[in-house]
Each structure stands twice: as C-alpha cells, then as structure tokens.
C-alpha cells in the first residue's frame, strides 16, 4: 500500500483506474518476488532506474542474483519507469538481452 500511497501523493496514479486495478497494483506492490525470481528457468533480466522513487538501483543485481540465469542492469538518469522516461536506452538494453538469450 506504500507504493499506492507514494504514487498518488507524487500525481502519478491514474485517477481512472478501477478499484481492481488498485487492488493489483497494491497486491504487487507487497509481494515478495524472491521464491518466484528463485524458481525461474527462463533467463531473467531485471531492469532499473538509476533515480527511482521507490526501488534502489543496487536491489536490480540483488534480484538478478537469484534467478539461475538473471541480469541486471542500471539505466542512468531514469526513475522507476525506466521503459517510459528513457524508452531508447531500456529498449536496447531489453534487445542485447534478448540476443544474448537465444
């Protein structure tokens, strides 16, 4: 429910989300990813924002390191949604890892 709240008090919740929208994005937002990320066996690559609001940077290679066959990587000069604030450079990271991977 942090998440939720932060995201609201910073503008960045959709006013139009629906009730059970909130309730994923509250229930994701509490989760423990850990024995899910562990119980991959399909590449992973975790991807994060140098200036995210919510997820330190470091917590990327954290996450990485559990998964059997993670990545991580760190792009710079981007907040918690890497894939929209710098779109060019998440892309290309999600493209070499994708070459990598097949």
């Not at 995201?7 to 959709?14: K, T």
Request: charged share 20%; aromatic share 4%; net charge neutral.
């Amino acid at each position: 429910m942090r998440l939720v709240r932060l995201l609201a008090a910073m503008g960045r919740v959709d006013r139009s989300l629906s009730p059970p929208e909130l309730a994923l994005l509250n229930d994701h937002a509490k989760r423990d990813w850990c024995s899910t990320i562990r119980a991959s066996d399909l590449p992973v690559l975790i991807v994060a924002g140098s200036d995210s609001e919510f997820w330190p940077s470091a917590h990327a290679a954290a996450a990485a390191a559990l998964a059997p066959n993670g990545a991580s990587t760190v792009v710079a000069r981007a907040g918690h949604a890497t894939n929209m604030e710098r779109p060019h450079s998440f892309n290309r990271v999600v493209a070499e890892f994708l070459d990598s991977a097949s």
